[in-house]
């Protein structure tokens, strides 16, 4: 009994150092592999306005569109295969489906589909599951993942035979779907956006200023600071949490990690909507610029959430939400062109790559 | 009695009291040999003769103990399933496996179908409807598999040819023969837009025995 | 449990793995009452989820150390840190708190994260 009133869920926190000037870096990797990214927000100590080419990199991310009831039989329309999923990235995700509980879909640009279904849904749709890796613990959610890449899966193929009629005919879902297409615009998503009822949305931007902030000394070196408190100080900064406690305060005592130093003044931005990893990848680029020039700051902080309702997490790995389940990274950029990489994860996830 | 008292001549004192007079001999002969020829039938009167000279010969019927003892002993025994297996009794040759050809036993199952429940209306009520299929033989009706553990036999439809304990064998319209076990799918049956469900796993016994058997009610069916 | 694996593969790389190894978790809550025009302090607030434990897990369960990070009065909306330890007795105490002050509440969707950026956002 008290084993298990004190069982703790599991946490995966991957940690990684590496330099900008190392060609066998991998940040790239990572940061395009993460599909699905809802919020982007940064962190800059001692620094009192924005600077115009962050601002601009902000504003700077591309509209993303709402289908509204879209049947999920549409995404294996040819049009919309030829257009959008082999010319190009799209990245698709269900909107307002609870991933523990209804069906999910998600399209990733590298031409996967994936629906994790009920029991129910799957055992009318028939169309086969993919293993699962996970057998130790029988989880209630079937994933089905197709690649349109495959032969069995080009128009006229078996497969795609099959899972037409399935969608169509066995199981016709219905879903809301986010979609956003990289590098063109509604072109490339016409075959579906002529057809239903849609709605273009821009990532909305906010910003703040913090003053006299107490923050860790952060250094390049991975022993230097817990990662587990750095990233809990972050996170409380941006869910604008106070940190300066008292140890003997009723309500809170959280503090900031030692040791620790006072930012006179601090900004942090944020974006959030459907956020494509091409574009991250170029505000990292530019926050490394910034980072260049400016005197006074010698570490920017730059954190990505994914969605919790998700079916995949890193690289299209099946993900489902039982204890804790967001996927985020932080990023840690320092001055001398080294950075600090921090990927976690929750339960039932595999390591991110 | 002496021949000679019926042929004496009757009394004198008694002819008065009677009232007949006796007639000579020659007379009461004829009359005799008249009287007899018309008492007797017609048609035996014309095969008499034949009939005396024919003479019937009587077989002897009765046959020997020992073959009537066999018989009774012996009774009618099926095949055993080995024997079944060896003639492939229920075996469908190839160039049966036709749908066209199953499509009037569809039709007649039908009408089985539309008769057993007393005339299928839009009025009717589904529970009564379900009663009698529950029991009811299924050779014949076109089946179709809506769920199942195993994705690939969703979606099959054919029609019914043959059921056994634990399997249903139907026939597509590509003329494959397909074998479907019964446990964990469901499989819908559909007459006059009265669209049936059937779950496989409680209904794994053989057709004959099933309409005997009686089925418990049970809150919700999950495969 | 805590496990660390390192692969260096130049002096300039390093990978570290850390399972398990969270020591807070976060539970973001909403109070839901039967008479929608009441208002709770952070206090009363924090006092309400102790007595909910005491009732549950006693005294040594009412001792179980928890913040109260951030509280919305209006809509009586708070975020929570506690010992991944005490995750488990803190989350079933919050399901099972079912009245207030004589009326009918409950503590609305806790979603537990172990980080507290992760607590607060919504879905757009």
Known sequence: MCADLERIPRTLLVSERSSFQNQKNQLSAHVGQHHFNYKVSVLLPECGSAPPLLDAALNGFSSFYLIRNLPVYMLLDQDFLQTAVHQGSVYGLSFGCRVDEDPCVALMPNGRLVLSLDKDSFELLGFERKKYRFTKRATSRYVVSVNFSDSSMTPGGRGYQRLLTGLKTHLPLVVDFLVSHHPGGTTALQPLLSRYDWSEHRPSVSTRCLANLPCPLLTSDLQSCDPHSVLDWLGAVDADVSCENSSSSFLSTMVCPEPKTTASSALNMSVSGFLNPHEIHHLIQELRSYLDQSQLASWVALTVHGFTDSPVSWAGDERSVLWSGNTFYSLLLFKDDTYQLHLATGAHHTCPP | ?223 | MRRDADKEEAAVYQRVVRKNGAPYHYLKTHLVLEDESVRLSAVELKLFIISGLKNLYGEVGAALTFDLLKYNEDTLSALLRVHSRGLVKLWSSLTLLGSFQGQACCLQGPAGVSVPAGAVRKQS
Request: with cysteine.
């Open chain 2, 1 to 223: 009695m002496d021949e000679a008292l019926v042929q004496t001549v009757i009394p004198p004192h008694l002819s008065k009291v009677l009232g007949v007079e006796s007639q000579s001999r020659s007379k009461a002969e004829a009359f005799t040999q008249a009287f007899l020829e018309n008492s007797v039938p017609w048609n035996t009167r014309q095969d008499l003769k034949a009939m005396l000279t024919h003479k019937a010969v009587i077989l002897n019927y009765a046959r020997t103990t020992q073959d009537q003892d066999k018989r009774s002993r012996k009774k009618a025994k099926g095949l055993n399933a080995h024997q079944k297996r060896a003639m492939k009794v229920f075996h469908i040759r190839p160039e049966h496996q036709r749908y066209e050809l199953f499509l009037p036993l569809h039709n007649l199952w039908r009408q089985y179908i539309i008769d057993l429940c007393g005339g299928l209306k839009a009025s009717c009520n589904p529970q009564f409807v379900q009663q009698k299929l529950v029991k009811a033989d299924f050779h014949g009706a076109i089946i179709t598999v809506v769920r199942s553990k195993c994705p690939s036999y969703v979606g099959t439809t054919g029609i019914l040819v043959q059921e056994f304990k634990h399997v249903f064998k139907i026939i597509t319209k590509d003329d494959k023969l397909k074998v479907i076990p019964k446990r964990n799918s469901v499989f819908a049956v559909e007459i006059n837009g009265f669209v049936s469900h059937i779950y496989g796993n409680r209904f794994e016994q053989r057709a004959g025995e099933r309409s005997a058997k009686k089925f418990k009610v049970r809150g919700t069916i999950d495969l």
